[in-house]
């Protein structure tokens, strides 16, 4: 009974009911894909694993945070990882680009929710347009006028009603997606901040040990 309805009103709503019915089709896979992938994500934080190999980095004990940091699914973790790999050449160049793979991964799909959440609307308002047009040119041109401007009425509110109702579907999603993706930004900037001064402290560390070591060595020396 229900699906009858449904049919009913969608062959009601005239042709522009067909494009709504592929922009909802978008909205709705795209939605739950993005839900799964942040689930999934949710499950791989490790933040007991992060606060070790930050503590690690600290110490200057750098292999020690590689070792902890390799395999590791956390999305902050392998952006670390991938920065200990080059902290000898590259560190800062390194940590951006694990960085922006990782908000790119986070990001996907974002676009096409924001165009769903824009064309949806549209093509309600496009068939508002479509419908009332076919209402007035019916005015006065048969007898059964009535019913055909009526028609027309109903096809512009139906069309109105599944755009404007498919956009609010996808901007709650859209906007809530967008401040994780944000979130996880901030989060890798923040640890990439702090591996570049912790390595670089713990690099001058060893370099004065060095210096004051090889200081030692000339004063035995010359006693």
Known sequence: MLANIVVSLFLKGGPVMWPILVVMIVAVAVVGERAIWWWRESLKREPAKLEKILAAIENGDLREAALLAKGSRDPVIRMIWHGLNHCHSSLQGALQVAAGIEIQRAGRFLTVMD?????????GLLGTVTGIMGSFTSIGSAELAVEKVTGGIGEALIATACGLGIAIFALVPFNFFTSKTSRLQFELETAAT???????????KGYEGQMLQQTVSENSVDT
Do not use: Y
């Open 194 to 204: 702090n591996v570049e001064v912790m390595v670089n402290a713990a690099k001058q």
């Open 115 to 123: 165009t769903m959440v824009t064309l949806a609307p549209l093509l």
